[in-house]
């Protein structure tokens, strides 16, 4: 990476949150930033300045500056350079570092991930604007056409400025709910990049990376402990399972099921820190749903060999998760910790329970397929993983479930 | 900015209700526009759909039709034209108002034009 591409990484985010509260419009913003960019590549030739932020915020400003004056003497409309002047030139900046930047990023997640806006576009709009990740890349991440990616952007923004959403951070009585947006959009890119149900594996691992950025931004940002404990298990769940992300697929691309990955391969910083994370948070509140799956991850990360995991205890918390949130997902998952911990015969009827309402879900036909085969029923067996199969979208999952039809076929 | 707040609700549900009842929500209302009065611009209640009528000019010919634009469970019956600084203070007054405790109310930003 260059030097530039690595402060557009470290900055993009902050820079356009400021500019944003600046100018008061995303679009001037985002280009005026784009601009400063394109001059730091000519005008920096390879030497990054001292204080990269001041120099972007500035040129980006002087950009925006041009930008308006050209479009006010085009329209006559001088009451708008008027207006913007004098905050330009103020130096009695709020929350200002030594950089002159203030940090308006929580303004800029809360606007993006605002719940008059449709998921996809919440979605869509914080990678965009405070990540930085291009039309391109997001479109690609989401196995969308760039154009509909596109659309969906400009979208988003003429709802802000149409639909007069506040740039602004929620006040304190309206911060659970909104919170609560937030950390679903967070967890939703984390999800994506995890899932990876298909696509390009570069692209995917960066939208972890950037969920877990995410979430350490608007931790470091936000005020109220409270809140604070559920973001916490957020950070901790998703470091936990990001931890596992080297032993997920062998070199040949074929997915590792979680008891034969490579152990000792698991990211031991990203797991401590997550465990102390999630202690933290249990210590505050009591568990929710971010909690509670970062416990199971926690009692994996627990067991240095698959044999040693403690599938009583993830049983039982997958009981107390399908209190708070009684899905079906949540359910088959209780069922396979079971067929863990009391064996198949014990898991069966958990299984087949939910036939209805996940007959089109592959986990659920790979789940029951995995449990008859322990059963000894190998034709029943191959028939699930066979149904599995034609479900998943995923290449590497479906070149493992064959590869389970081949061995059950070969009777081993 | 402005908003229009329209209200949609179950119209059998005023329809069926006691005179007491009635009383009650029409206070509720009452109490709803004195609070917010200085952002409500204007508002109304509507009559009933069954008073609606349709009408639309194709090639050149006036098409009349009983009856509201859609038929639905929940209709509209009324609305307030109110004016609020931002989208966040359009939602908070929407919720305060007594349809949105049994029906929806949706919220439209007015349209400008320079």
């Avoid at chain 1, 591409?5 to 993009?12: C, I, T, Y």
């Avoid at chain 1, 802000?160 to 959009?185: F, K, N, Q």
């Avoid at chain 2, 209200?7 to 609070?35: C, H, L, P, S």
Wanted: charged share 25%; with cysteine.
């Amino acid at each position: 990476m260059t030097a530039i591409e690595d402060v557009f990484r470290s900055e993009w985010g902050r820079l356009l949150a400021a500019l944003i509260h600046l100018l008061g419009d995303f679009d001037v913003a985002e280009e005026a930033l784009q601009e400063a960019f394109a001059a730091a590549v000519t005008e920096w030739a390879g030497e990054v300045p001292r204080n990269p932020r001041a120099w972007l915020y500035g040129t980006a400003r002087h950009k925006a500056i041009d930008r308006l004056r050209r479009r006010a003497r085009f329209a006559e409309k001088q009451a708008e350079i008027a207006y913007l002047a004098p905050s330009m030139t103020s130096d009695n900046m709020e929350d200002a570092d030594e950089s002159g930047v203030p940090d308006e990023r929580l303004r800029l997640i809360f606007t993006c991930c605002h719940p008059s806006l449709a998921e996809d576009a919440q979605v869509a709009l914080t990678l965009r604007t405070l990540c930085g990740l291009s039309t391109e890349e997001i479109a690609r991440a989401f196995l969308v056409p760039t154009a509909t990616m596109a659309q969906r952007l400009v979208r988003a923004k003429a709802k802000i400025r149409g639909a007069g959403i506040p740039y602004r951070v929620p006040p304190a009585s309206e911060l659970p709910e909104r919170l609560s947006v937030v950390m679903a959009v967070i967890y939703l890119v984390f999800n994506e990049g995890y899932a990876a149900a298909s696509g390009a594996a570069l692209v995917r691992h960066d939208l972890c990376a950037e969920a877990i950025r995410l979430a350490r931004v608007l931790r470091a940002l936000m005020p109220l402990a409270q809140l604070n404990a559920q973001l916490d298990a957020l950070l901790a769940l998703m470091l936990l399972h990001d931890a596992r992300r080297l032993t997920r697929v062998d070199d040949n691309g074929e997915m590792v099921l979680l008891a034969d990955q490579q152990r000792s391969r698991w990211d031991r910083a990203e797991i401590d820190e997550g465990r102390k994370l999630l202690h933290g948070s249990l210590r505050r509140s009591r568990p929710g749903t971010y909690a509670l799956e970062a416990a199971i991850a926690a009692v994996h990360a627990d067991a240095l060999i698959a044999a040693d995991t403690d599938w009583k205890q993830i049983a039982a918390i997958y009981e107390r998760l399908y209190a708070l949130h009684p899905t079906p997902i949540v359910a088959l998952n209780h069922a396979v910790a079971v067929s863990m911990s009391d064996g198949p015969g014990a898991a069966l009827p958990l299984v087949d329970a939910l036939s209805d309402s996940l007959a089109d879900y592959h986990l659920w036909h790979a789940t029951r397929a995995d449990v008859l085969r322990r059963l000894g029923r190998v034709e029943e067996a191959a028939d699930s993983y066979r149904h599995a199969y034609e479900l998943s979208g995923n290449e590497a999952e479906r070149r493992f479930l064959m590869r389970r039809v081949r061995e059950l076929a070969r009777g081993t | 900015m402005q908003y229009l707040l329209l209200i949609y609700d179950d119209e059998k549900r005023w329809a069926n209700m006691t005179e007491g009842d009635m009383q009650k929500g029409m206070e509720a209302y009452n109490a709803f526009g004195e609070e917010f009065a200085g952002k409500i611009k204007t508002g109304d209640a509507l009559q009933p759909t069954h008073t609606a009528t349709t009408v639309r000019m194709r090639e050149g010919k006036r098409l009349t039709t009983d009856g509201p634009y859609a038929e639905t469970k929940e209709a509209l019956g009324g609305y307030y034209l109110i004016d609020a600084n931002d989208l966040d203070e359009a939602i908070a007054i929407a919720g305060k108002i007594p349809g949105a405790l049994t029906g929806a109310i949706e919220v439209r930003p007015i349209m400008t034009f320079e």
